[in-house]
């Protein structure tokens, strides 16, 4: 009776043996039960003529290994520039923003080397104990792609700056963008303006035009009741004076002097000193720390905190403060949550077409028109489900994000903040009926919490 046993592992890549047997076994008697079992590839001989000096008790010993295919590594791209800007206004020690001191825009020079691109490796192949072919995965490719005033090598290994100007990486692709600057107003000389770069305006941007980049928008003057777009951060050393119309749109941070009567929307962060009376929507924090640091009138909101020296007035100017939930993400949700009663509504409504077609299935009524609209129904009801499903799912992640925030909303208020005042931090609402000074508002389970500074 046979009482070699063998044990191959489950990636087929290592073979072991025991044997429990009074009488002795010889390396033939090994060698022909593996031959029996095909297993022919990375034998261990010497180690089996070790195991049968010791004697005929062995329990699962290693006497086969086949060798592991070692995968390849994928293609890499090397920048030689940082894609993250981080701007933040300078501080002077008297209270005020230095709004110039700012390197907004990082600058590369002409025939400078941009990236380099490290190939991907094939990897190498392996073989399991049964002599078999195990095969590595090849390394992924990845294509450098050279945009805009950039030239790729020959080799198609590095890409270089044809012109002095500011870099952009978009999708993959590399590009280099000069500053588009206007010595003067934005106005009837110039008309709208809409630029694939960074834009320096010297002068005013005047009512009713519009200024649209997709770097960053720089404006020496006042920001009348125009709009501006930027892809990146706005710089606007004065102020905005929007006379209701204005409306600034920014994916970077806003800095600025003051902002009165305008609709204000900022992915990132906003450095100001006065808002007045406008709509204020901030993905990210709000600091009003200049000279005055005064916030009144209108619609405040943050993602994150908001920080003033003075929110409302003596008048009890009426004054909404929110923080904490990501205005974007707000609306994101209300619109989410109204796209999925529509979607319910007409799933339900397709579902008792289904259900009433289904009666009449088996009888003459069932027409080729009938079956018709039965399948069509059937794809459209299934159809709705999933994307039923992926609005639910996308409320689920909102509302992760929702929760996640709240441990970040807050409201500090350096001097005073006036009746008239509503502070809102995570859906908890607090009235401010008399006048405060030096508070922070959070929030916690019975609601906002008043910290005294």
Same mark, same amino acid.
């Given at each position: 009776m046979n009482k070699i046993f063998l044990d191959v592992s489950q990636d087929n890549m290592v073979v072991y043996i025991t044997i429990l047997d009074e009488e002795l076994k010889t390396e033939e008697d090994i060698l022909n039960t593996l031959k029996d079992r095909r297993i022919k590839y990375g034998i261990n001989h010497d180690k089996i003529k070790e195991l049968l000096r010791h004697g005929n008790n062995i329990i699962k010993e290693e006497i086969a290994r086949g060798v592991s295919s070692i995968n390849g590594k994928d293609a890499k791209i090397n920048l030689k520039?940082?894609? !993250?800007?981080?701007?933040?206004?300078?501080?002077?020690?008297?209270?005020? /923003?230095?709004?110039?001191? =700012?390197?907004?825009?990082?600058?590369?020079?002409? !025939?400078?080397? =941009?990236? %380099? %691109?490290?190939?991907?490796?094939?990897g190498?192949?392996?073989?399991?104990?049964?002599?078999? !072919?195990?095969?590595?995965?090849?390394?992924?490719?990845?294509?450098?792609?050279?945009?805009?005033?950039t030239t790729l090598s020959?080799?198609?290994?590095?890409?270089? #700056?044809?012109?002095a100007g500011q870099v952009l990486y978009d999708n993959g692709k590399i590009s280099v963008s000069n500053v588009y600057e206007i010595q003067g107003d934005v106005d009837n000389n110039t008309g709208n303006i809409h630029f694939d770069g960074n834009i320096h305006i010297n002068g005013h941007v005047r009512s009713g035009f519009e200024v649209e980049a997709t770097g960053d928008v720089e404006v020496s003057g006042v920001v009348e009741g125009a709009k501006i777009k930027a892809g990146g951060h706005i710089i606007i050393h004065k102020g905005i004076q929007?006379?209701?119309?204005g409306y600034i749109v920014c994916e970077g941070n806003l800095n600025c002097k003051y902002i009165q009567n305008s609709n204000v929307d900022?992915?990132?962060?906003?450095?100001?000193?006065?808002?007045?009376? #406008?709509?204020?929507?901030?993905?990210? #924090?709000?600091?009003?720390?200049?000279?005055?640091g005064l916030v009144v009138g209108g619609e405040t909101t943050a993602g994150k905190e908001i920080e003033a020296m003075i929110i409302g007035s003596s008048m009890a100017t009426i004054t909404k403060i929110e923080t904490g939930i990501n205005p974007k993400n707000k609306e994101i949700y209300i619109r989410t949550q109204e796209e999925l009663k529509v979607v319910t509504?007409?799933?339900?409504?397709?579902?008792?077409?289904?259900?009433?077609?289904?009666?009449?299935?088996?009888?003459?009524?069932?027409?080729?028109?009938?079956?018709? /609209?039965?399948?069509? #129904?059937?794809?459209?009801?299934?159809? =709705?489900?999933?994307?039923?499903?992926?609005l639910n799912e996308k409320l689920d992640s909102i509302e992760e994000e929702i929760v996640k925030s709240r441990e970040i909303g807050s409201v500090r208020i350096d001097k005073e903040v006036y009746p008239g005042v509503k502070i809102c931090v995570n859906n908890a609402i607090y009235h401010v009926r008399d006048e405060l000074s030096k508070v922070k508002f959070i929030k916690n389970e019975d609601g906002i919490k008043i910290i005294h500074l």
């Open positions: 520039f940082p894609i !993250d800007k981080k701007v933040k206004p300078k501080m002077n020690e008297d209270g005020t /923003v230095d709004f110039k001191e =700012l390197n907004l825009i990082a600058m590369v020079q002409k !025939d400078e080397l =941009l990236a %380099k %691109k490290e190939l991907a490796t094939n190498s192949n392996g073989i399991d104990v049964f002599g078999r !072919d195990v095969r590595a995965r090849k390394g992924k490719d990845i294509l450098l792609r050279a945009g805009k005033n020959e080799d198609g290994l590095s890409v270089y #700056s044809n012109i929007g006379q209701n119309n900022v992915k990132g962060d906003l450095f100001v000193d006065i808002i007045m009376h #406008s709509h204020v929507k901030v993905q990210g #924090s709000i600091y009003v720390k200049g000279r005055k509504k007409n799933r339900e409504n397709v579902l008792k077409a289904i259900k009433l077609l289904r009666k009449i299935i088996d009888t003459p009524l069932f027409t080729k028109d009938k079956q018709a /609209v039965y399948e069509k #129904s059937i794809k459209t009801e299934s159809f =709705l489900k999933i994307k039923e499903m992926e």
